[in-house]
């Protein structure tokens, strides 16, 4: 088992939806969880960090965090062709290390 | 420069030399990453430095990977004897702490080995 797992895609939607975006990690002690966007040839941004269970919103981004679950969500509203990109989940280890381990990530396109 | 800078941007090498890829971080970042991307994956974790020290090099594939970062500062990640199974986008990562820092990620090398 991987130990940050998202589908690969690509996840197609409409320009205005809501895309929603899945993870699962396998260290159930990982307390600090992270969204890269990434576009084509250039190399990831950080662009929501997410520690507690719940939801936590920042403009048209909202990070969902299920500890219990093991279950890290993104949903991007009103979504933008300039949101197409690749969004890597990322999970930072139980370790004391500070390691960070990434998803495959999950390509996301919207249509005009 | 503001941002975390890689060079070479590009190399290509013949299988079986030696390669260095140098990474320079945001001033002040503490906590330097090296993370291999092949297409259409994510990012692997190879090493990761706190200061001077490797405080996890779990992610190196084999003993012919080597890092270092002698000064706390810039960072060199050594490959010997290349194999094609090498190619792919070497990205340096800094910040400022280790944990729960936001990564500031370089624009990274492509390295083929041919």
């Known amino acids: 088992q991987k130990e940050v797992e998202q589908n690969s895609g690509p996840l197609s939607v409409p320009e205005g939806a809501i895309a929603s975006l899945n993870c699962t990690y396998s260290?159930?002690?990982?307390?600090?969880f992270f969204w890269y966007r990434q576009y084509s040839g250039k190399s990831p941004e950080l662009i929501m960090s997410?520690?507690?269970?719940g939801d936590k919103e920042d403009g048209r981004f909202t990070a969902q965090l299920n500890k219990a679950s093991q279950y890290v969500s993104l949903l991007i509203r009103d979504s933008q062709p300039s949101d197409s990109a690749t969004y890597l989940c990322a999970v930072l280890t139980s370790s004391n290390t500070g390691k960070l381990i990434f998803g495959q990530g999950t390509t996301l396109q919207v249509k005009p | 420069g503001a941002g975390v800078s890689q060079t070479p941007s590009n190399k290509v090498t013949e299988k079986g030399k030696y390669v260095e890829l140098r990474c320079d971080p945001i001033?002040?970042?503490?906590?330097l990453y090296w993370y291999r991307q092949s297409l259409g994956q994510g990012p692997e974790f190879l090493i990761y430095f706190q200061g001077t020290g490797a405080a996890d090099d779990s992610g190196l594939p084999n003993d012919r990977f080597f890092a270092v970062r002698p000064e706390g500062s810039v960072s060199t990640l050594k490959i010997q004897r290349t194999e094609r199974g090498d190619s792919a986008v070497y990205l340096c990562?800094?910040?400022?702490?280790?944990?729960?820092?936001?990564?500031?990620f370089g624009n990274g090398t492509r390295l083929t080995v041919t």
């Open positions: 990562a800094s910040s400022r702490q280790g944990r729960d820092s936001p990564l500031h």
């Open positions: 997410i520690y507690s269970n």
């Open positions: 260290d159930r002690v990982s307390q600090s």
């Open positions: 001033s002040g970042h503490t906590a």
